[in-house]
């Protein structure tokens, strides 16, 4: 990804900052808090005005694939805090009344412009009708950046999130359009070979991918399968 160097350091000096220990939040969310507060891609988000770091995940993935394009039709599941659905709105241009992008969550999410928010379980059997009708025709992408709560257990974590990835795969095989393209979290591990076998009978090009903004201590990949087959295929 292009643009400015993100660096924890300026002038030689270490702005790293520390967290004050507060006696409500436990050891863990005392952690969080501080590598959230020194995490550059936070700081970018709110410079840029982002929802969230996770944008700039989703802009380097485009970058390297070429997902979207003005007037596309586009699907976040679980979409909250609508990171993911900002940057699709701006690139497909749904925010200039080009284009549709639909985010799916269980949470109400602030709106956003070109951005159509609805609280909907995606496993619901009438889901895939009432997201075509809200798109007005297929979709051209669905993407998910979902993630099972963690156990700490990490073939769980790893079992958890990838079953979350085939459910997500399962609704894109109902709501694309053939030539379409499907992205999902995984992690690494090994325990996500029926999914990607299912997608490359599924899709023309299936990739793994680990965009820079995703923190070097994490497992997360993402999967990539695009040129959709459609139905029949499946």
Known sequence: MTGERLSGREGGRSLKQRVKTAKKRTVSQNRWLERQLNDPFVARAK???Y????????????????LFKPGGRIV???????????????IVQSDKGKGKVVGIDLLEIEPIIGVDFTVMDFL?????????AMLGGEADIVMSDMAANTTGHKKTDHLKIVALAELAAEFAREVLAPGGAFLAKVLQGGTEGT????????????????????????????????????RAAS
């Open 51 to 66: 929802r969230s770091r996770a944008a700039f995940k989703i802009i380097e993935l485009n970058e390297k694939f070429k």
């Open 124 to 132: 619901e059997a009438d889901a895939p009708d009432k997201l075509k």
């Open 47 to 49: 410079r840029e005005g």
């Open 195 to 230: 999914l990607l076998s299912d997608l490359k009978r599924d899709f023309v090009q299936v990739k793994h991918y680990k965009p820079a903004a995703s923190r070097a201590d994490s497992a997360e990949l993402y999967v990539v399968a695009t040129g959709y087959r459609g």
């Open 76 to 90: 976040d599941l679980g979409a909250a805090p609508g990171g993911w659905a900002q940057v699709a709105a701006k």
